[in-house]
């Protein structure tokens, strides 16, 4: 095609009458989406962004927040700080969004939470860091967190330690929050059930192999190791230990032990392996709509795939219906009201139209999501329950749920 | 524990072994075309997964994925070479440096468009240690010990028979003197690159081998590799392999010694400690 001049006028025209026609659909209340699409995160980041994206087609067709559609602007974290902030930036000064989304692991969330301070917008993130819930970090008490803490992580760990009858239990951590957080928080818990903690190594994530780590855990015969790990790393270290022929037990997290754990390394390694993951709220209505809505988006996938899409799909309820609450756009507002509609008392609504109506009824809501019943604390933090799955022959069976 | 520190010190020379492969492929680069090429890291991904296409896909057993390895990553090393490095040339070796750094970086990603982030296991049985008294050593590191040693075999064997190898190494000793007999530059840089970023390629591959194959696992050796090239002396073949294995060795020993979240530490100190003491290197001649 030959470029006339005609052309040429035709598009500057088209480009111009642009802003009118975004304009013409009214203001918006902007949100940003910034999840792991790529990098240690990747097996939920995408189910994360389009459950957010999902949840915000569900708002908008019941008519907006408070009269506002909601518009939103998605990023990829690839689940590194660094990338995160230029994200966070991106999203913030160019998009001008009034609340970041789903941002996963605590490295990530901790980078990302004084960008959000500074610019006075809401954070909600699905990550662990204790250091997430309070000040400095959440100085402003403007960030959520729809996941349990690693603290509480490692609380359950030992909960099924003990249950599990295991005595000398030794640690294994990635090098960050997250990790350390999993771990410390099991060495507390089970020194304080009475008993001794064995050898801990915190290693150094990026390595080739982890040898030299692994051999100097296991020079110590413990019967268990407690993992505070992530995927890539936890794929190698199990793949090296199997080599060694040690038999022992081993307590992950579930975001290390999943279906491409199993995958890369196949049954035979994967055997016996005690994965940790917080259960969703699998009974609840709301669960319910979630599911539906992550089959539609993920190729019939059920929910129970990803429950860090079922937490970011709460975050885009809870923010509406909290906009929708404080009849505000506001930070402060919108703030103040997340805990009117998601913590009782008030009643049950599991979607965000029924949440509307109730409203607009004059009845106090109660939010009960799809990830938890998403009651948060002083801190913006919920306490989801546990699941401990057992991985026989490349399966996760759960066998039983454990409450802190 | 002497038992832990031979334990360390045999699995720091195989891991070593095998980190000399892609650093040869980056000594050599730089002693013909005085650049360091820091696309090294992303062409040993290349090559990590051309031979992991090859073992899963066309159910090549190792030996015969290797070259699959070497010849896809020698093609992406030219590419890298041509479209970003050589532009750059009249800049200096620092622009061209900064080059290949960014050319690594959109390799990286094109492989994660193509095949994802997940983990990729080669198609292997996993093998128990094979136990010697106290100590132990697994079937597939003797397997990619003995592979990485077939590599720098072949490689040695080139330079010194052969007339575009003795070429290469003319060139890196003297290039005028090289140029004045006649010797075709052009040439001689295509076939260094080549066979630098082939070596980088199969080195990926071994490492993949023992673990698994994701769209970082060359940039974790990137340091690790240049590390030993500046140890062993910058452009140095026997220099490269001295460096690749007193890294290893460091690397595992310094586990035993501290906190393993220093060991990363290794590298640095490695690099700090030869460009403070001996610039030159172990094995150079030259101060870089």
Known sequence: MTITRRIVLAGSAGALAMPNVVRAQGETFRVGALNPVTGAGSPYGSGMQRMIGAAVEAINAAGGANGRRIELFSEDSQTSPQAAVLAAKKLIEVNRVRAILGTWSSGVSLAVMPLTNDADILLMHTSGAPALSTPPVNAKSLGFRFQATNDRFGRAFAEIAAREGFRRPATMAFNNASGIGNTDGFRRAWAAKGNQNGEHVVYEPNQPSYRAELLRVLNTRPDVIVMGSFLPDTTIILREWFQTGTPMKWIIPGWAANPQLVQALGPAVTQGIIAVESVSNEGAPAFAAFDAAHRRAMGNQPGTANAYAAMTWDMANTLALAIEQAKSFETAAINAAIRQVANPPGEAVATFAEGKAAIAAGRKVNYEGASSVLDFDQFGDVTPDFGAYFIEQGQFNRRYVVKI | ?288
């Open chain 2, 1 to 288: 524990m002497p038992e832990a520190l031979i334990q360390a010190l045999i699995n720091g020379v195989i891991a070593g072994t095998i980190l000399a492969v892609p650093a040869l492929g980056f000594t050599a680069i730089f002693a013909v075309l005085n650049y360091p090429n820091f696309a090294i890291g992303a062409l040993a991904t290349v090559g990590a997964y051309a031979g992991w296409v090859g073992n899963t896909a066309f159910g090549l057993p190792m030996a015969a994925a290797l070259p699959v390895a070497f010849v896809a990553a020698a093609l992406a090393g030219l590419a890298v070479q041509w479209m970003a490095v050589k532009p750059l040339e009249a800049a200096g070796a620092l622009m061209m440096a900064i080059a290949s750094l960014a050319a690594g970086l959109v390799l990286e990603n094109m492989l994660r468009f193509g095949f994802g982030n997940e983990l990729r296991g080669f198609d292997l049985p996993l093998l128990r240690d094979w136990r010697f008294g106290a100590f132990r050593v697994g079937p597939q590191q003797v397997e990619n010990f003995v592979l990485a040693l077939a590599c720098m075999a072949l490689l040695w064997a080139f330079l010194r028979f052969s007339r575009t190898g003795r070429a290469m190494r003319a060139v890196a000793d003297n290039r005028d003197l090289a140029l004045l007999r006649g010797v075709d530059p052009v040439r001689v840089a295509a076939v260094t690159v080549a066979v630098g970023a082939g070596l980088a390629g199969m080195g990926g591959m071994l490492v993949g081998l023992d673990t698994s194959v994701d769209p970082l696992v060359g940039t974790r050796l990137v340091l690790s590799i240049f590390a030993a090239a500046v140890l062993g002396g910058l452009g140095s073949i026997p220099g490269a392999v001295a460096g690749a294995i007193a890294i290893g060795v460091a690397e595992e020993v310094a586990v035993l010694a501290f906190n393993p979240a220093y060991r990363l530490v290794v590298g640095f100190v490695a690099i700090l400690a030869v460009l403070t003491l001996r610039p030159a290197g172990l094995f150079g001649t030259r101060a870089g």
